[in-house]
């Protein structure tokens, strides 16, 4: 027996320092490599506990594998053990110790989370804010100073702290951005708003992945987002830009016949459209199709035609277009570039 | 009371279906939780096929959803409770020295309210697709789902819910009014204690999950708006009712763990409890710290910073308590002579898997950081070490322990510890590696990632960690099968027992104790086996043995609600009357027979003495 659990321990050393040597993950995503000031309190946090955590570990198992070797029965001994009642002053130590060690953690778990909720709505009008709103599976952002809407994809400046107040069209999301900052829940009806803040951090022209958490439906998994940091001069240049496009900035005069026909009621391009879908406004310059499939021509293709197949049970409907209409439309929509 | 001759004798099918001996539906919970714990255990290895590799395309969109709404639903309350409940109702008269429960009709009529219920709840598979809002069924998800999924899984629950609750009410009255002479509270078994404290749990929890179900049901049937932003209700309503259930749920999931270990780990130290005044203090407390906390699953709610800071240290006091239970156990052990049986490998199994959960527990209840864990794989990796690392190892133990004592049988040990390693080495591939998927960025709940995100190998690994624990409760399976032959027959106290379920024979008679004993101790039979006597000291003559009878009501009674369910789910009044009329009218029958049960003579007693059989 004792040969058994002595290679069942190694074999699960092992395994564990193997997954430490893996890596940390992906890092425009994992919130163990943090780019901004929250995921970097955050991620100190983390360590914090890992460790008191990590101490009780050790204590615990060097104590169980030393109980455990020590104590087994050996063969033939019939002699029966002293039947000890328990032992006041151990039983204290380890009721005294754990709540001391609850105490360091309690203090900066209650400074941080004050911390993270007070700064949440924006102090002054120059610093940036914008509305997030979860749709059944996309993200819609508002900058409401900047007075423009995009989706899916979040241009911001780098080194700036960004306000972000969150509600849902429809059922419960919760916006996550790993590599930034944890998530918040988005609460459908107008008294549920919620509000946070995060640091874009210092690099510039990178894609942070983010996610949705929270069970929203048949295509939850595919509701990713992105954010895009840029520096601050590309992010002015950005919003100008960005106000200043139209439906027209597309060379494909086909495409926008058919755009204007069959999408234009759903889709906003610039200032034009309705709002319930998400809004193509510089539509060639994206990072994803549907906020998942590689930005090209072919996917997009795939997605108009079938949208369906692409995330399941989602609200945009099949619209009937011919293959020429769609390749036409797919020409026009890569073809909206901003500047 | 005269002796009354309505005693029938029924045999074969009919006897399962009208019993009322606690020890059969102990059995009969085991059985149907099983064949649960088979179903959600197969959903949960569809789940991991499908996210083996990066975009695959097997399980995805609704099915998914379907696939683990219903393995949770299924794995905590008709596996992992119903099982918990097969153990207390076989185990816990016999540990205080009791004839029976305090109430065996109630006791059936829970049984078959949980199986109903149960059955409604799978029958959704075939019947128009299953929920799909997960096992939390948050609103307005689950409200606004257009299909019958989510009908159905608010009608099982219910019906299941009542079942539990009938049940827990049953053991708290068990337990306080049926003890025998000298078994105080301060000798009660841990296993009594924790399923005890357990039943209280129930007792205050499952109500807010029927009214919970019962507002989500009129939501969706009767079109009422609790949790309808746009016509003043709200979404959060639903989250608070449903977790300050759902908090208690995991603890009064994992008490009776806590209870079977500490037996265990006894009984094969050959060592009484230590600190065994400690263990019953931190098991009161831990049931009534878990219903303190429930927030700790809504830190990103958005509740504001002093609600979360309350909930935060609330929930970091419970790992005081459960840290003084860890470190009794190891020194029950110091000093002991450890025999590794099965049970005891997953006991042995079960203290560091646990310890390694509760740390993650802890780190959770960090409300800055949980903004980062919440949702996230890395708590599907917490409560599956809490949950299966605790629980279902625990079960295990149990059922290898208490196997000889329900079935007679003792299960064989090599086939046992290939159970074990295999369940064991799985469990750790399994969910070891999703904390590190978790921080990594990967959310729970989802059916797909992309490659290229450092996701992939971590993902592969605990689908394999997943098949081996498969592969692990089939070994199981044929242990049990194997078991049936004669060669496993067991005598009355295989493992050298402490305690007053291993002092009757083997079968375990109808009556169980010929003559209720006395109990002089901790630990009763040691105390005795210690005295030299062997066997209890009985604290009454031998006399005639006052049974209830068994009856068919409870089966029906079910039946009706089941049929009820139906009628609501596809809104046919007419149906769903004719169901409620079924149980109104066994309701009455109830009433107005007079059933007093009947008595076995002094006579019949004295010669199972004699015969070696009491």
């Known amino acids: ?159 700036t702290k960004v306000h972000v107040e969150l509600s849902s069209a429809d059922v419960i999301h919760s916006f996550w951005i790993p590599s930034l900052a944890g998530k918040t829940d988005t609460n459908p009806g107008d008294k549920n708003k919620n509000y946070m803040w995060f640091d874009t951090g210092s690099k510039t022209d990178v894609v942070y992945k983010g996610k949705c958490a929270e069970l929203c439906g048949a295509s939850h998994a595919l509701m990713d987002f992105k954010v895009r ?111 | 009371m005269a002796t009354h001759e309505s005693h029938k004798k029924r045999s074969g099918l009919m006897d399962w279906l009208t019993t009322v001996d606690h020890k059969k539906i102990g059995i009969l919970y085991l059985l149907a939780g099983g064949f649960f714990f088979l179903i959600g255990g197969l959903e949960a290895i569809l789940m991991r096929i499908q996210l083996m590799e990066p975009d695959s395309k097997i399980f995805t969109g609704e099915l998914y959803n379907q696939l683990l709404t219903m393995h949770g639903t299924t794995m905590i309350f008709l596996a992992a409770m119903p099982i918990i409940f097969g153990f207390m109702n076989a185990i816990l008269p016999l540990q205080i020295g009791a004839r029976d429960v305090a109430f065996p ?190 927030v700790h699953h809504m830190f990103t709610v958005g509740l504001g910073p002093v609600a979360n800071s309350i909930f935060a240290v609330a929930t970091m006091a419970i790992a005081i308590p459960t840290g003084v239970k860890i470190f009794n156990w190891i020194f029950t052990m110091w000093g002991g002579q450890i025999r590794f049986t099965t049970a005891m490998l997953f006991a042995v199994g079960f203290i560091p898997t646990f310890v390694m959960g509760g740390v993650t527990g802890v780190m959770l209840s960090v409300p800055a950081a949980d903004y980062q864990y919440h949702d996230s794989y890395f708590v599907v990796a917490h409560f599956h070490y809490v949950i299966v690392g605790g629980l279902i190892l625990g079960l295990f133990a149990g059922l290898y322990y208490w196997y000889p004592r329900m079935f007679n049988r003792v299960l064989n040990e090599t086939l046992g510890k290939w159970n074990f390693w295999l369940f064991f080495i799985g469990f750790h591939l399994t969910f070891f590696p999703q904390h590190w998927l978790g921080l990594m960025g990967m959310p729970r709940r989802v059916y797909t990632y992309m490659s290229g995100q450092d996701l992939d190998g971590a993902n592969f690994v605990s689908t394999i960690g997943a098949i081996l624990m498969g592969a692990g409760t089939i070994v199981l399976l044929i242990n049990i099968v194997i078991s049936a032959s004669s060669k496993y027959a067991t005598t009355k106290d ?60 409870p089966f029906i009674m079910s039946l009706g609600l089941f049929i009820s369910g139906f009628g609501f789910i596809y809104a046919n009044w007419i149906v769903a009357g004719a169901g409620l009329g079924v149980v109104l009218i066994t309701m009455f029958l109830r009433s107005v027979i007079d059933d007093h049960g009947y008595h076995i003579h002094k006579e019949e007693v004295e010669a199972d003495i004699k015969g070696g059989r009491a």
């Open chain 2, 105 to 294: 009709f109630v006791n059936a009529v829970g049984f078959w309210l949980f199986f109903f219920g149960g059955l409604l709840l799978n029958l959704s598979w075939f019947l128009g697709g299953a929920p799909e809002a997960g096992w939390t069924a948050y609103a307005p998800l689950s409200t606004v789902a257009e299909d019958t999924g989510v009908d159905f899984y608010v009608l099982g629950l219910q019906i299941a819910g009542a079942g539990t609750l009938a049940g827990g009410i049953n053991f708290l009255v068990t337990v306080i009014n049926m003890r025998a002479p000298g078994m105080t509270f301060m000798r009660m078994p841990l296993f009594t204690w924790a399923s005890f404290v357990t039943s209280g749990l129930i007792l205050f929890a499952f109500p807010a999950l029927t009214v919970g179900i019962f507002l989500l049901m009129f939501e969706r049937v009767f079109e009422a708006n609790f949790f309808n932003a746009d016509m003043g209700g709200n979404v959060l309503i639903w989250e608070h009712i449903f977790w300050i259930f759902g908090h208690p749920e995991v603890y009064i999931l994992i008490l009776p763990a806590f209870g079977i270990i500490s037996e265990i780990v006894s009984t094969f130290s050959s060592k009484r409890l230590f600190g065994y005044s400690a263990m019953v203090f931190a098991t009161v407390l831990i049931g009534f710290l878990g219903f303190m906390v429930w």
């Open chain 1, 1 to 159: 027996m004792k040969k058994w659990l002595q290679k069942g321990r190694l074999v699960s050393l092992f395994a564990m320092l193997a997954l430490l040597l893996m890596g940390c993950g992906d890092p425009t995503l994992s919130a163990l490599i943090p780019q901004g000031e929250v995921a970097d309190k955050q991620f100190q946090l983390m360590l914090i506990s890992i460790s008191i955590m990590i101490l009780v570990l050790v204590v615990v198992f060097v104590l169980y594998a030393f109980v455990l070797l020590k104590f087994r029965k050996k063969k033939g001994d019939t002699s029966t053990p002293k039947q000890v009642e328990g032992n006041h002053m151990l039983e204290l130590l380890w009721t005294v110790i754990p709540i001391l060690l609850l105490i360091i953690l309690a203090v900066p778990t209650v400074m941080r989370t004050f911390e993270f909720s007070a700064d949440a709505k924006p102090a002054s009008k120059n610093e940036l804010s914008i509305k997030v709103t979860g749709h059944q599976y996309w993200w819609e952002f508002e900058y409401p100073k900047e007075e423009l809407i995009t989706s899916q994809e979040l241009v911001l400046p780098a080194d």
């Open chain 1, 229 to 339: 940091v840029v520096s601050k001069e590309d992010y002015k240049n950005w919003v100008a830009s960005y106000k200043a496009a139209d439906g027209k900035s597309s060379a494909n005069a086909n495409g926008q016949q058919v755009f204007e026909k069959n999408c234009l009621s759903c889709h906003a391009v610039g200032q034009e459209g309705g709002n319930t879908g998400p809004s193509l406004t510089g539509f060639g310059d994206k990072d994803r199709v549907a906020g998942i499939l590689e930005h090209n021509k072919e996917n997009l293709k795939a997605w108009i035609k079938d949208p369906q197949e692409v995330k399941p049970g989602n609200n945009m409907p099949k619209v009937n277009l011919s293959d020429e209409e769609i390749d036409a439309v797919s020409d026009y929509l890569l073809g909206l570039k901003l500047k």
């Open chain 2, 494 to 553: 295989p493992w050298d027992g402490r305690t007053l379920e291993w002092a009757m024979p083997v079968p375990t008679p109808e009556y169980n104790f010929a003559q209720t004993p006395l109990v002089r101790g901790l630990d009763a039979l040691y105390v005795e086996k210690t005295a030299g006597n062997g066997e209890m000291t009985p604290a009454e003559p031998v006399g005639e043995i006052h049974m209830p009878n068994g009856s068919i009501l």
